[in-house]
T-cell receptor, first 107, second 114 residues
Framework: AQRVTQPEKLLSVFKGAPVELKCNYS??????LFWYVQYSRQRLQLLLR??SRESIKGFTADLNKGETSFHLKKPFAQEEDSAMYYC?????????FGSGTKLNVKP | GAGVSQSPSNKVTEKGKDVELRCDPI?????LYWYRQSLGQGLEFLIY????????KSGLPSDRFSAERTGGSVSTLTIQRTQQEDSAVYLC????????????FGPGTRLTVL
C-alpha cells in the first residue's frame, strides 16, 4: 500500500541556516512525488514536483529510490519560508499526503 | 481567473445534524477531489470525480458521507448525522484531469461539530 511519512511535525531553524524536510514513501512502482506548501492564511499550493527537476524559491528535492526518500532542501532558509509543508505521492488518480511538517524559520 | 471556491468558510453544527459543503472548481477542470484535514493527521483523501466517470469513493470514512458533482462542475459533500470526530477542515481541489496534474486547492471549510 502507498504511504507517505514525514517524521518531523515541527522543524525550527535560524534564518540563513540550511533546512531539510524529510519525506519517505512506500510504493512498489515508479513514484510521482510532490511537495505542497501552505503559508499562513493561504491555500495549499504546489511547491515542486520531482519530474520537473526544478528549484522553486530556492528549494530542491531529489528522489532517492534506494532510500525511498524525497527530502526537501534549501541551503539558506528565509523567514518567509515558514509554513506547513506536505509531501505527496500520486498513484492511479489519488494523491497520498504525509502528515506535514511545520517549518519555523527564526530571525 | 478565479480559483477554486468553497462555501461556507466556517460551519458550526450540533451533533446529529446534517451538513452540506460546497466546492466550485476552476472552470474547465474535469477532475475534483475532496480531502479532510485533521489536526496532526495531514490530508485524508475522501472522494475523486473525473468527468462523467463513476466517482472513486474509496476514501469516504462511513456511509454518513456522500458527495455528488452536478453537471461536471460544482460538487457538494454531505455529512449526515454529524459526529464530533467529523470536526476538521474539508478541502476541495481541482485539476485539469491530465494524469498527476497540479491540484489547485480551495480555501477549505472548517467544520466544528459541538
Amino acid at each position: 500500500a502507498q504511504r507517505v511519512t514525514q517524521p518531523e511535525k515541527l522543524l525550527s531553524v535560524f534564518k540563513g541556516a540550511p533546512v531539510e524536510l524529510k519525506c519517505n514513501y512506500s510504493y512498489s512502482g515508479s513514484p510521482e512525488l510532490f511537495w505542497y506548501v501552505q503559508y499562513s492564511r493561504q491555500r495549499l499550493q504546489l511547491l515542486l514536483r520531482h519530474i520537473s527537476r526544478e528549484s522553486i524559491k530556492g528549494f530542491t528535492a531529489d528522489l532517492n529510490k534506494g532510500e525511498t526518500s524525497f527530502h526537501l532542501k534549501k541551503p539558506f532558509a528565509q523567514e518567509e519560508d515558514s509554513a506547513m509543508y506536505y509531501c505527496a505521492l500520486y498513484n492511479f488518480n489519488k494523491f497520498y499526503f504525509g502528515s506535514g511538517t511545520k517549518l519555523n524559520v527564526k530571525p | 481567473g478565479a480559483g477554486v471556491s468553497q462555501s461556507p468558510s466556517n460551519k458550526v453544527t450540533e451533533k446529529g445534524k446534517d451538513v452540506e459543503l460546497r466546492c466550485d472548481p476552476i472552470s474547465g477542470h474535469t477532475a475534483l477531489y475532496w480531502y479532510r484535514q485533521s489536526l496532526g493527521q495531514g490530508l485524508e483523501f475522501l472522494i475523486y470525480f473525473q468527468g462523467n466517470s463513476a466517482p472513486d469513493k474509496s476514501g469516504l470514512p462511513s456511509d454518513r458521507f456522500s458527495a455528488e458533482r452536478t453537471g461536471g462542475s460544482v460538487s457538494t459533500l454531505t455529512i449526515q448525522r454529524t459526529q464530533q470526530e467529523d470536526s476538521a477542515v474539508y478541502l476541495c481541489a481541482s485539476t485539469s484531469g491530465l494524469e498527476s496534474d497540479t491540484q489547485y486547492f480551495g480555501p477549505g471549510t472548517r467544520l466544528t461539530v459541538l
